[in-house]
């Protein structure tokens, strides 16, 4: 699944291939890539036709385009494998193109998802925290990289936190946009076990760990995000290849890079975590 560099990338791209453009059609080719718009496939289409895209906004992994129509927006959910393509209107039509939007340049964007878990929906916008958010995302927290983060607001928030400090870099009501690729990174950086009761660990601990997942999420931003899933590509079709400056996840049984001691991998919420067993000491008890 993508996560939050990969979403950015994935809207830089947005901005500067549809921002300004006008929707000329909609072509909805599978129903399951629209089921989150209730009034369905014909009513999206509908509503899309001859508006201009006036931005694309991304909150923690939620991305969304908004129009010169105020109050709405097109949510897309990339779900395990969507990708929106920007494609001249004559090239092969992909596979599994769920959604075909015309533009008035004469490109499409495609909608393409081989596992149907993501999709498109329409969605109210409404203000939270001073920003316009689409009514789905509304309770998503801001992330490392938005402007307005509060560093000090969220460590206050983990500081009253008893569960595990990797459960709740996870949380996206606390922080959003941080998936467990790049938390085993920034808890790596910090020097911090997983599993350490937030609760418990010191106020400049805890704006450590954030500086660091905002350094790791910036490089990883840089360099394209991750490509594991050879599915995720931004919209010209172009993979990430941060993974290899990955310090820990996926390093099970490699040297630590910083203190050569192999590296352990663990589960937790049903995934893995991958950490240092000298670094990252597991917290008593």
Not at 83 to 111: C, W, Y
Not at 161 to 176: A, C, G, N, W
Request: charged letters at 25%; a neutral charge.
């Amino acid at each position: 699944m993508p996560e939050l560099p990969e979403v950015e990338v994935v809207r830089r791209g947005l901005t500067d291939h549809v921002v300004g453009r006008v929707v000329v059609s909609v072509n909805v080719k599978h129903q399951r890539s629209v089921r989150r718009h209730e009034m369905g496939g014909d009513d999206l289409a509908a509503r899309l036709a001859g508006l201009r895209v006036e931005a694309a906004h991304r909150r923690g992994k939620f991305l969304w385009l908004t129009f010169d129509e105020p109050d709405t927006s097109l949510v897309v959910h990339l779900g395990m494998s969507g990708q929106m393509l920007v494609q001249a209107a004559d090239s092969p039509l992909e596979k599994h193109a769920h959604i075909v939007a015309t533009l008035d340049d004469g490109n499409e964007l495609r909608f393409v998802d081989q596992r149907t878990f993501g999709g498109w929906m329409l969605s109210d916008l409404v203000e939270v925290d001073g920003t316009l958010v689409p009514e789905s995302a509304a309770h998503i927290a801001r992330d490392p990289l938005d402007p307005r983060f509060d560093a000090d607001k969220v460590v206050t928030t983990l500081r009253g936190k008893q569960s595990e400090i990797k459960r709740l870099l996870l949380d996206q009501t606390v922080v959003s946009g941080v998936g467990n690729i790049y938390a085993d990174e920034a808890l790596w950086r910090a020097k911090l076990h997983g599993e350490r009761p937030a609760a418990k660990l010191t106020r400049p601990a805890l704006h450590g760990l954030l500086t660091e997942t905002q350094a790791v999420m910036g490089e990883a931003l840089q360099a394209g995000g991750t490509s594991f899933d050879a599915l995720y590509v931004n919209v010209n079709g172009q993979s990430g290849y941060f993974e290899r400056s990955l310090n820990a996840y996926g390093r099970e049984d490699e040297p630590c890079r910083r203190c050569g001691a192999v590296m352990r991998r663990e589960k937790f919420m049903n995934r893995s975590s991958f950490s240092c067993p000298r670094c990252q000491p597991r917290p008593r008890g």
